[in-house]
T-cell receptor, first 114, second 115 residues
Framework: EDKVVQSPLSLVVHEGDTVTLNCSYE??????LLWYKQEKKAPTFLFML????IEKKSGRLSSILDKKELFSILNITATQTGDSAIYLC??????????????FGQGTILTVHP | NAGVTQTPKFRVLKTGQSMTLLCAQD?????MYWYRQDPGMGLRLIHY???????AKGEVPDGYNVSRLKKQNFLLGLESAAPSQTSVYFC??????????????FGPGTRLTVL
């Protein structure tokens, strides 16, 4: 059974701090790992990672994958109050056909204080 | 282009009552999914559909039924609601994957409370 574990489960920081969120996984037939940001409503897509060591970057957010050690990190630099959200990590399920089912981690609740 | 929409946004039920949650997407996506989100547990897949007229069980299907009579709609039914089904329900859709993962687009969620 595929498994995704995120840490920490919650994090409280002040504006300007840098945070690192962790995601470890155990999956059969790994294809990719995804990060989502969830504010008050629907999760929104951030990154999809498929190759080890290649950093994906979007503004102050960046993410990297380590397929040997089976984990990914999401970094947020110079945090702002608008970064407060739940950050979800997910991996597509294995299977003979790729139905695109996702296994999600528990999420990390990030709170950024002014 | 509304994306993925869900109705209702909120609902309170008594134990034993039934209801149907509606998900609609206007992106011509083949695949649709229903998840539930509970504190500390991330999103868990209830049922999914790989096309019109097809449905399959996900990780936590018990107590729920689904139907996909039209490509754009995916219905989630609770026949006899239980307090354990108090949760936030998200619908999602994606293009038909062909060997690689395609991003899922999520609806705004339905907050259901069962008393």
């Amino acid at each position: 059974e595929d498994k995704v574990v995120q840490s920490p489960l919650s994090l409280v920081v002040h504006e300007g701090d840098t945070v690192t969120l962790n995601c470890s996984y155990e999956v059969t037939n790994f294809r990719s790992l995804l990060w989502y940001k969830q504010e008050k409503k629907a999760p929104t897509f951030l990154f999809m990672l498929t190759s080890s060591g290649i950093e994906k970057k979007s503004g102050r957010l960046s993410s990297i994958l380590d397929k040997k050690e089976l984990f990914s990190i999401l970094n947020i630099t110079a945090t702002q109050t608008g970064d407060s959200a739940i950050y979800l990590c997910a991996v597509p399920n294995a299977g003979g056909t790729s139905y695109g089912k996702l296994t999600f981690g528990q999420g990390t609740i990030l709170t950024v204080h002014p | 282009n509304a994306g993925v929409t869900q109705t209702p946004k909120f609902r309170v039920l008594k134990t034993g009552q039934s209801m149907t949650l509606l998900c609609a997407q206007d992106m011509n996506h083949e695949y649709m999914y229903w998840y539930r989100q509970d504190p500390g547990m991330g999103l868990r897949l209830i049922h999914y559909s790989v096309g019109e007229g097809t449905t399959a069980k996900g990780e936590v299907p018990d107590g729920y039924n689904v139907s996909r009579l039209k490509k754009q709609n995916f219905l989630l039914g609770l026949e006899s609601a239980a307090p354990s089904q108090t949760s936030v329900y998200f619908c999602a859709s994606s293009y038909s994957p062909s060997g690689s993962y395609n991003e899922q687009f999520f609806g705004p969620g339905t907050r259901l409370t069962v008393l």
